[in-house]
């Protein structure tokens, strides 16, 4: 994979900053998972890089299609293993038709939704139609779902193949029935590497976070992409030292309608020791993992 650094960002381990030399060289020799979160406005988009190994997380609104194509192909991408379409909103699903029809896809990953629940939203048309254009099938989000992911082709030879997995949290096959907002079928995932590990979110708000802490899944990460866009609607006190994260990304965007994120979030957070980044105040924020160090740049 291409991998662009600018000199104009910086490379943060907790709250101490390093020298531009040392960032470079820790992406370059040391880093072998990097997370985008694509400024995409009010939306939001995660790129997982593992090696040869890629997951896109929502591709934002319709109009951010491109934005997200330009930014895939800035990192040399040409296949997308797995898409994730945490939730069936336009903010989450509107620039994924335009993505499948652009790149190579593997599996598609997405909510199963009660019937009364499935949407009628153009976007959601749109979604279906891409997949169904590229003969691709859908694969419902079943929590306990454990999949592994490799940095290269694994091949048995090649003591240098290192290994990751991503977790379905939520949502609770047995409690989805339930929900009357479709936020909470979103797609919650806790992606592991050695000793590092990220969870993604959705916008899977209070009711959604009650059941998992319900169900006892170890929800645990050093980085949490704040639910719901920072929204008081979820990120709830119980949750939030459930997963007790030193990082937390807010994908929102600038002066947006709904006054995203709430200050008594972001006062949430602070007053836990997490120390947050934003798109909208820092533009595309990418987290580098050895396994053992975490370490963020952003524009």
Avoid at 102 to 128: H, Q, W
Avoid at 185 to 211: I, R
Wanted: proline fraction near 4%.
């Amino acid at each position: 994979m291409i991998i662009g650094f600018g000199y104009g960002s910086y490379l943060e381990n907790g709250n101490i900053e390093t020298p531009p030399a040392v960032t470079e060289n820790f992406i370059t020799k040391d880093a072998d998972l990097s997370i985008h979160y694509i400024d995409v406005g009010q939306g939001d988009c995660s790129l997982v890089i593992f090696g040869e190994t890629t997951i896109l997380i929502d591709a934002g609104e319709k109009e951010m299609g491109e934005r997200v194509i330009a930014y895939l192909n800035g990192q040399g991408i040409k296949k997308l293993d797995y898409i994730i379409a945490t939730h069936p909103h336009s903010d989450h699903i509107g620039g994924l038709p335009n993505i499948i029809k652009t790149f190579d896809v593997g599996s598609v990953i997405a909510p199963r939704l009660a019937a009364e629940m499935i949407p009628t939203a153009k976007s959601y048309e749109n979604f279906l139609v891409s997949l169904k254009n590229k003969a691709l099938k859908l694969t419902a989000a079943r929590n306990g779902s454990v999949y592994t992911i490799y940095s290269k082709k694994p091949d048995t030879s090649d003591d240098k193949v290192k290994a990751a997995e991503f977790e379905i949290i939520s949502p609770i096959s047995s409690k989805s029935d339930a929900y009357t907002d479709i936020n909470n079928y979103s797609v919650v995932l806790k992606l592991t590497y050695k000793n590092t590990s990220f969870l993604f979110t959705g916008d899977a708000s209070k009711p959604a976070e009650a059941d998992i802490l319900e169900s006892n899944a170890n929800i645990s990460a050093d980085v949490i992409k704040v639910p719901h866009h920072g929204s008081s609607s979820a990120s709830t006190a119980d949750y939030l030292k459930a997963v007790s994260p030193s990082i937390g990304i807010i994908q929102c965007g600038k002066d947006n309608s709904y006054s995203h994120p709430s200050e008594k979030i972001v006062s949430r957070y602070e007053n836990a020791d997490v120390t947050l980044y934003r798109n909208d105040i820092y533009g595309n924020i990418v987290v580098y993992s050895d396994g053992e160090k975490i370490k963020i740049i952003h524009d």
